[in-house]
Each structure stands twice: as C-alpha cells, then as structure tokens.
C-alpha cells in the first residue's frame, strides 16, 4: 500500500515537473541578447560590405539604437514583429558577378492565438477571419485569399490536405495563425521576391523540381509557409507546387533517433527547472498572480500565463482582470509581473549558454536539417558545374521549411549563433549559395585528375547565413575565424560541409552522427 502510494507520487511530480519543464522549454520566449553582446550581430553588414568595394549597393551601416538595460517590455514589442514598418534585408547581396545558385528559408510561423489561457480570465477577443480592411493589412492580402481557394489543384502530401489553408475562425481557435501572422509572411516573400529578382533564381517558367516547400502539420505553419510563398511567387502555379510533410518539428525526416539528444535535453530541462524555482521574485511573481485571480499557485503556472499576456501585449489589449471575491482576489494582471516572468527567461537564456547542454542537444537536434541543407548544395553545385549540361527541369534552387520556435532556436544554437535572439514570430533563417565569376566563365584550372575536379569546383563556391535580414554568416561556427579581409572574403561552402560532416561532433567528443547519438554517458 505504501509502496503502491508512494509510486503514484512519484508518477505525479514526474507528470508535473515534465509539463512545467516542456511547456518552460516551449514558450522560452525571450530574445537571448545580453547588452552589448548583440552589437556584432547588428553591425555585421557595414563592416563586410565598405571593405569589399566592388559590392552593387551602397552600404548603410544598421543604426543601433538598443539601450544599455534591455526593458522586458520593449523586447517583447520585437518578439511580436508588428509588420507597421520597413525592414533591413540584406538577403541577394554579394560580390559583383557572383551567380546565386540557391536559397534555403527556415521560417517560424506568424503571430499566433495562444496556445494556454490563464484561468477564471475572458480569452483574448482575436478574429482569425481575413480581411483585406482590417489593420494589418497589405495589398496581395485578398489575391492571397482567392488564389488559395485553388489550393485543391496543389500536390499534398499525407496528413497535410485536410489541413486548413487559411485561418478562419472569427473567434480564433487555440493556436490559430491572425491575420497579422499571415501579413507578416506576405511581407517575407514580398522582401524575398525584391531581393532575389536581379538575381533571377527561378526562371518564370520554373518547374516544379525547382521549388521544394515542407511544413509541419499544424495549420500555422501550412499558412504561413503558403503567404510566404504567395508574396514570393504571386499567383504561383499550384499544378507544379507539392507540398511535403515533416511530422517532426526538428525536420528531421527518417534520422530522427538519437538516445543521446533526449538525454541532453531531459538535463537541459532540470537545469532550467532548478534555476527557476531558485529565483524567489518569480516565485513571489507567480504566488501574487495567482491570489489575484483566486487560483492555486501550481495551476496558474501550468497554464502559461506568459503566452496569453504576449499576445494580449501583440493585439494591444489590457491585460486580463478578475472582479473582486473571497480570499482577497480580484484585479488586473500587470507589466510588472509580466517583465518579471520575462526577466527570468533572459537570465535563463544567459545560465543556458554558460551551461552547454542545450547547444549539444541543439547539435543532435540539427543535424538531419543541416545535412539536408548541405547536400542540396552540393547537389546544386555539381549541376552547375562548369562544362556540364545544366539537367533538364533544373536542381531545387528554392527551398522552403515552415516550422515552430522549437526548429529555430536550437537552429541558430547549431550555428553556434548562440547571441541571436529568440526567434520571434515570422523570424527567418536563409542560407545562399553562391559561384564566383571564375567558376561562372568556366576558367578552371588544368591537368586535374579526376578526383580532384570537384575540390577546385568547391573552393568558388560560397555560403551566406541570414537571420531575419541580418547577415549572419562570420558568427556562425565554421566562418567565425574565416578572414575575410583576406583573399577570400565571403565564405567558402567547404567550410559549412566540413563542419556538418565532422567538425560539429567535435563539442561531443564524436566524429559521426551516429557515434554521438548513441555513445554511452560518460
Ligand atoms: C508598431 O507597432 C508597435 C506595437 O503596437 C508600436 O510599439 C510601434 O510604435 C509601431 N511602430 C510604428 C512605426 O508605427
Ligand atoms: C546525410 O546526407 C547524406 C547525403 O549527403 C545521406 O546519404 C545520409 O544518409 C545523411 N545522414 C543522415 C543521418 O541523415
Ligand atoms: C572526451 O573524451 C576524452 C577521452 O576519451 C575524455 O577525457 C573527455 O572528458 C571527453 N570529453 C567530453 C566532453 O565528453
């Protein structure tokens, strides 16, 4: 009886410290800046591009305006990316007469319902319907709507053609994809479109081996991946379009077991969880708006009262409030608890990278995308080969992933662009392959044996990394100690593949993928 008690205990603090540690891991929210480290990540492009010279842009260095002490709030404004004002995208920019031969996007959906309410409050008051009147709006938004009524003409692949294609609840379902979400995405293919155009990376007949767009099952994801494409590729050709299933949110296709990722991530979440219930102000935090609303404390935090408050904050509504009752409840909820809840999540992300575990788990996590990433380049690459007869019906030159918070963040750990913030809503991730005009005219060197003809082809081929129009590209791992006020400055594609094929398992003592996923604890 004893024993029998003392096992369901056990069952229901492991039931509820996985739910506080999932839900914590999911709705991390906080863009992962400390003060000042960010700078490089803003600065990075006026640095690059003045000392190359030949560039067909002018440079304008990014302004940087961020205060020295980041207010939660104002954060918290740029994690919902109200699309009300012109962005920086430095996406198509290169060296003169470089050939773009690819793009690959990782995108996180657009603004979303939430996906928890908090107890005893009215849910926020959202309508998910389109309409081309209602702010935010923009002008491909009701040629998006009617040309996705054609969607039945498309290729899907199983479960996704039951999916919804556009939201279209007026009282939003959880975790249904707003209107804002969808503009937010229109605006990303629309940024894509103006800066790939003088590049032309698809011809306008493009077949349909050229474009290859995956998406998780959810709705959000589906939906924003077809406005991004629709504001890519206006009145696309749905006959030539498929649409491919990843059930995984890591993208990780038929590699997806690794024993030793799951256990980088279970310590991962115990660390977060002890360096939680360690900050006595969060603790007070949660025990305040819990006798405010009248609820216990334990349900208040399992029902995520920061994901409902942010998108209270993204909508502009105040926040929720209770009417006065027993035991001294009743009131509004208010910012300063919200900065405190959000304050903690910063200081998480900072404990976070000085700790390492979730960077290896980010490492295992990554892995298939990334080797996806890279064999599609070098797939690219081999067929623009010089002297090769280019195939009939092209390579994939656009590719298009559509996922969660969950697929960018350890994403971008991967990278090793660990000073990246969180991926806020409609947050992207591309990767560009380039040729350099030496490869382009066919130049290349003589008295090659056979084995070598690809190594020269690889040293004209570059690689840039892009995060939310930021050229990113020196902050990640295998370009960070790259000289590029050298002879060679953007960098080379072989680096990337180095790194994906052996040098990322190196912070895990292992050489392969397989090797660090299943190695034994140490
Ligand atoms: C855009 O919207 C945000 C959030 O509502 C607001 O803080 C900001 O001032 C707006 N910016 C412009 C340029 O209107
Ligand atoms: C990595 O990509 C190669 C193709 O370049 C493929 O043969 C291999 O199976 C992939 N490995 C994993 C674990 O996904
Ligand atoms: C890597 O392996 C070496 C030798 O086997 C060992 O001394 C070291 O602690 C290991 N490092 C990690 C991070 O596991």
């Not at 209602?134 to 054609?150: A, D, K, T, V």
């Not at 024993?259 to 002890?274: G, H, I, V």
Request: with cysteine; charged share 20%.
């Amino acid at each position: 009886m004893l024993a029998q008690n003392r096992f369901i205990l056990l069952v229901v603090v492991g039931a509820v410290l996985a739910i506080v540690s999932l839900s914590l891991q999911f709705l991390n929210l906080i863009p992962t800046t400390p003060i000042g480290e960010d700078r490089s990540l803003h600065t990075l492009d006026g640095g690059v591009r003045v000392g190359l010279g030949k560039s067909r842009k002018r440079v304008i260095p990014v302004p940087h305006t961020n205060a020295p002490e980041p207010d939660p709030i104002t954060e918290a404004y740029d994690y919902c990316n109200t699309p009300n004002r012109s962005e920086q995208a430095w996406e198509g920019h290169s060296l003169v007469d470089y050939k773009l031969l690819s793009v690959q996007v990782m995108i996180r959906h657009g603004d979303r319902y939430p996906l928890y309410f908090i107890p005893k409050t009215k849910r926020p008051a959202i309508d998910c319907t389109l309409s081309p009147s209602r702010n935010p709006s923009h002008p491909q938004l009701s040629s998006f709507i009617s040309h996705m009524g054609l969607g039945g003409q498309g290729h899907w692949e199983s479960p996704l053609s039951s999916v919804p294609r556009l939201p279209s609840h007026s009282n939003c379902e959880m975790g249904e994809l707003t209107q804002t979400g969808v503009v937010q995405h229109l605006r990303n293919g629309q940024l894509l479109r103006q800066a790939y155009k003088r590049h032309k990376l698809l011809p306008s007949d493009w077949s349909a081996r050229q474009v290859w767009v995956e998406t998780t099952g959810k709705s959000r994801t589906l939906q924003s991946g077809l406005a991004l494409l629709y504001g890519f590729l206006p009145d696309f050709d749905w006959t030539k379009l498929s649409v491919h299933h990843q059930w995984s949110t890591l993208f990780c296709s038929s590699a997806c077991d690794c024993p030793a990722r799951n256990r980088f991530l279970e310590d991962e979440q115990r660390r977060q969880y002890r360096l939680r219930v360690a900050n006595s102000e969060l603790e007070k935090t949660y025990t305040d708006m819990a006798r405010t609303l009248g609820l216990p404390t334990r349900q208040l935090r399992a029902a995520n009262p920061i994901d409902s408050l942010l998108c209270h904050l993204c909508h502009g509504l105040s926040f929720p409030c209770v009417p006065a009752g027993d035991n001294g409840s009743g009131g509004c909820l208010t910012p300063a608890q919200f900065a405190v809840i959000r304050r903690q999540q910063l200081e998480d992300e900072v404990d976070r990278r000085r700790v390492g575990l979730y960077h290896k788990y980010a490492l295992l996590a990554m892995y298939p995308y990334l080797n996806r990433t890279a064999a599609k380049m070098e797939r690219v690459a081999k067929g623009n080969e010089a002297g090769r007869r280019p195939r009939a019906g092209g390579e994939e030159v656009f590719t298009l992933s559509s996922a969660h918070d969950v697929t960018m963040a350890p994403l971008l750990s991967a990278l090793g662009l660990e000073e990246a913030r969180f991926p806020r809503f409609a947050a992207r991730v591309v990767f560009e392959l380039w040729k350099s005009p030496l490869a382009t005219h066919g130049q290349q060197k003589k008295g090659r044996g056979k084995g070598e003809r690809w190594k020269v082809a690889d040293g004209e081929l570059f690689i840039r990394v892009l995060y939310n129009g930021q050229d990113v590209t020196f902050h990640t791992t295998f370009c960070r100690s790259h000289d590029r006020h050298g002879a060679q400055p953007l960098c080379p594609l072989s680096n990337f593949l180095s790194f994906v094929r052996r040098d990322m398992f190196r912070v895990l003592n292992a050489t392969s993928y397989q090797e660090a996923c299943y190695k034994r604890p140490g």
